[in-house]
């Protein structure tokens, strides 16, 4: 078993790795930016290091400063997180240089899995179905106009690096597409330093269901059934639930069976995700993206599976086979996550960080929060705006859907705004009640539910 741990990231999920790493009685080196030094992590870790100024790339991102803390303290291993390094290849590729062990797959599988465009071409040929779309990437507005025209609009434009919901862009006509284009490349190299674009058939009112899979260097491939997080703004996930309630026994199977496919065509290892886009018929599906780490949402398979999913990541980091079987994933009851982000919905979701003056976390049975918040803490503007994820586990989506309200309600942050009041409405929106929401559904909605003056008691009954 790996002994000592280098935790390279902040925030709620370095206290999520922290925690694994405790229970199996493996130390803990925290490392923070200047920005951070009172963060609990750093205050909860065996020991912590400053790698440098508050700007991510100056610290959380550099990988010399992360590699020599890690070496000077002793660690044999460097847990990524999500975010930040855990989907750079060099990095992986660095630290097995350093003889440290990167917790994840190896470089040459991020690789693959990690050029969005390349990684279609290794899914078709797995036998995985993907979107419609260009073969490979498109280098001119002219090489972009005709693959469009050869898939048929409305398409999408996406960036081969992209992540967190950048880099993308909707085009529904030949006009508009050599601005889309000039933007969607801007944003990409402004956010992962790579502008490389490829696209893909827009495909209409489609759900957003995911897989998530475990691999061992033992040939061993599970997948833990399936999350739906449909519910997203602009690109990007607020809540996700699992299991997905559109899934039949035999597509979840189906499904399940072209993720271990996935992981299996990039000599997966680890704890990976891959993200489907469901057709609005309910049946078809479309290979999306493999994420290569760990995910914000993981949360909610633990709670349907009772699989502790980072602690898998440091047995298997540590050489070990699983210790589950397919035949042991058993999808039990109903979970939801709502991710509470330091924004302003009626604002155009601008994030707006601050300092916490009171804060109150609901509890009680069947009740999870992964947070970093305390009383009095700030929250940074430098990084991700989520403060908190509310995780809740009942028999039923129903009820499971009732725990989350009475979570809400009892959640209490004051000192900045967030998301919490939209997503109490969203709980009690008849089309998530009824399961209905596809990826347009918030941006479709999101007037009528950011009226809080509207009672919610009226979408009450009609459940
Ligand atoms: P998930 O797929 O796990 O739900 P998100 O797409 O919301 O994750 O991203 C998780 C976190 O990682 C967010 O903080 C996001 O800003 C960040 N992130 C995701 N992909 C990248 C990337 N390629 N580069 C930098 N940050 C990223
Ligand atoms: P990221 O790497 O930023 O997470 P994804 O490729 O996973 O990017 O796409 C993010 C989101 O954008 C998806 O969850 C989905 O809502 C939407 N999306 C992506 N591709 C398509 C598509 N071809 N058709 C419709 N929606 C899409
Ligand atoms: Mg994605």
């Known amino acids: 078993m790996l002994k000592r741990v280098l935790i390279a990231n902040r925030g709620e999920i370095a206290l999520r790795v922290l925690r694994a790493c405790r229970e199996l009685g493996i130390e803990t080196v925290a490392v923070y930016s200047q920005a951070d030094a009172e963060a609990l992590h750093v205050q909860l870790a065996t020991q ?27 660690c044999d291993g460097i847990h ?3 975010g930040f390094l855990s989907e ?26 990690g050029s969005k465009s390349a990684a279609r071409d290794l899914m078709r040929a797995a036998g995985v179905p993907v979107t419609p779309g260009s073969d490979g990437p498109v280098s001119s507005v002219e090489e972009a106009l005709a693959a469009a025209e050869s898939v048929g609009y409305p398409v999408l434009l996406k960036a081969s690096a992209g992540g967190g919901g950048r880099g993308i862009r909707r085009c529904d006509n030949a006009q508009i597409l050599p601005a889309a284009y000039a933007e969607a490349k801007a944003e990409a190299k402004a956010c992962f330093g790579d502008d490389e674009m490829y696209l893909e058939k827009l495909v209409l009112a489609p759900r957003h269901i995911e897989f ?3 691999a061992d260097r033992h040939g061993n491939v599970i997948h833990l059934g399936d999350r739906d997080c449909s519910v997203q703004r602009r690109n990007q996930k607020l809540i996700e639930e699992a299991p997905a309630r559109c899934l ?15 992981a299996r065509a990039v000599n997966y290892e680890g704890a990976g995700t891959v993200e489907f886009l469901l057709d609005a018929d309910g049946e078809h599906f479309y290979f999306m993206e493999m994420n290569t780490r760990i995910q914000v949402e993981h949360g909610v398979t633990e709670m349907i599976t009772g699989v502790d999913l980072v602690r898998q990541q440091l047995r298997i980091a540590s050489g070990l086979a699983l210790d589950v079987t ?17 924004e302003d919905p009626t604002k155009n979701f601008q994030p707006c960080p601050g300092q916490v003056s009171f804060l109150h976390f609901p509890g009680g049975a069947g009740v999870r929060v992964d947070s970093c918040l305390y009383n009095g803490c700030t929250l940074s503007p430098y990084y991700d705006s ?17 725990k989350m309200r009475r979570c809400l309600e009892e959640f209490t942050l004051e000192g900045f705004p967030t998301n919490a009041e939209l997503s109490y409405q969203i709980l009690y929106h008849p089309i998530f009640v009824r399961g209905g929401c596809t990826t347009a559904f918030l ?16 979408h009450e009954e009609g459940v």
Request: charged share 20%; net charge negative; aromatic share 4%.
């Open 88 to 113: 750079n290849a060099d990095f992986a590729d660095a630290c097995a240089a350093a003889g440290l062990t990167f917790i994840g797959p190896s470089g040459d599988t991020i690789r693959k899995a």
């Open 212 to 214: 998530q899979v475990l």
């Open 80 to 82: 990524p997180g999500y």
């Open 48 to 74: 912590s290091v400053c790698i440098g100024p508050a700007k991510a790339s100056e610290s959380y991102l550099n990988q010399t400063a992360l590699l020599t803390a890690a070496l000077a303290t002793g």
């Open 386 to 402: 989520m403060a908190a994820k509310l995780l809740v586990h009942a028999p039923t989506r129903l009820e499971a859907i009732r």
């Open 443 to 458: 941006d479709e909605h999101l007037p009528e539910l950011l009226d809080f003056s509207r009672r919610v008691e009226e």
């Open 248 to 262: 039949t026994p035999a597509l979840r199977e189906e499904m399940g069976q072209a993720a271990v496919r996935a």
């Open 326 to 342: 397919q035949a042991d994933i058993h999808l039990e009851g109903h979970s939801i996550e709502c991710r509470i982000n330091a």
